[in-house]
């Protein structure tokens, strides 16, 4: 019976090298595809959506958010490129960002905030009882981190179409939409910048869970003058 020669169990080792190659370069090209278009996961960098949302956590974000007008809620919990509207940038050498997206860092000038206005909203901080109003009807808020008010920054904007006012629900820990006022672009989120909105946290295991992908918090109440 004829035995193999080093020559055939070569060729064999390097078939099959080749076979886990092309294997490694196609899970990494169906990784990248996945995390372009469909869904893609960050670090959360800061605690301005606490209590929602806390330092260190990693959270899976819905792609799927048409660039038009409108196709953002308000009440929607997003992740979006703060590069031109904040003028936040990414400092770390290429290196550590390509290493840090591929753990799951969010990018350095990426941001996660709560839509609080859409075009044509007309935002305003506050009324008498202290409530940040849209187009006059106060908000009710109970994501709002204990303790913290609305909002200690008095704001009137009318959100132009196609663009967002974004709070951090940790009012008081937040460079947010408010702390635009005043600049160009006066804090206003271009909806093209959206990434996409915030599904589920996914680590650490014990905090596993859902965020709600509907603005069901966002109740917009009557004026008091206006109810019966």
Do not use: N
């Amino acid at each position: 019976m004829p035995t193999p020669t080093d020559a055939s169990v070569a060729v064999g080792i390097s078939r099959r090298i080749r076979y886990l190659l092309v294997a490694v370069v196609l899970a990494w090209v169906a990784l990248v595809a996945v995390r372009t278009w469909v869904v893609d996961w960050f670090v959360v960098p800061s605690d301005s959506m606490e209590p929602l949302l806390r330092p260190g956590q990693r959270i899976l974000v819905d792609k799927h958010v048409d660039q038009r007008a409108g196709a953002v809620r308000r009440g929607d919990v997003i992740v979006f490129d703060g590069t031109r509207t904040f003028g936040t940038v990414d400092e770390r050498p290429l290196a550590l960002q390509v290493l840090g997206r591929a753990l799951g860092a969010s990018p350095g000038h990426h941001a996660v905030k709560r839509v609080v206005g859409v075009g044509g909203d007309h935002v305003r901080c506050c009324d008498e009882q202290g409530r940040i109003t849209v187009d006059g009807r106060p908000l009710e808020e109970p994501y709002v981190h204990p303790g913290d008010t609305p909002s200690a920054v008095r704001f009137d904007v009318v959100v132009p179409p196609g663009r967002l006012w974004v709070l951090g629900d940790h009012r008081s820990r937040s460079a947010d939409s408010r702390a635009r006022l005043g600049s160009p672009g006066g804090g206003l989120l271009p909806e093209r910048d959206v990434t996409g909105r915030v599904t589920r946290v996914l680590w650490p295991p014990g905090q596993w869970r859902a965020v709600a992908a509907r603005p069901d918090l966002m109740t917009l109440e009557e004026p008091d003058d206006r109810r019966a």
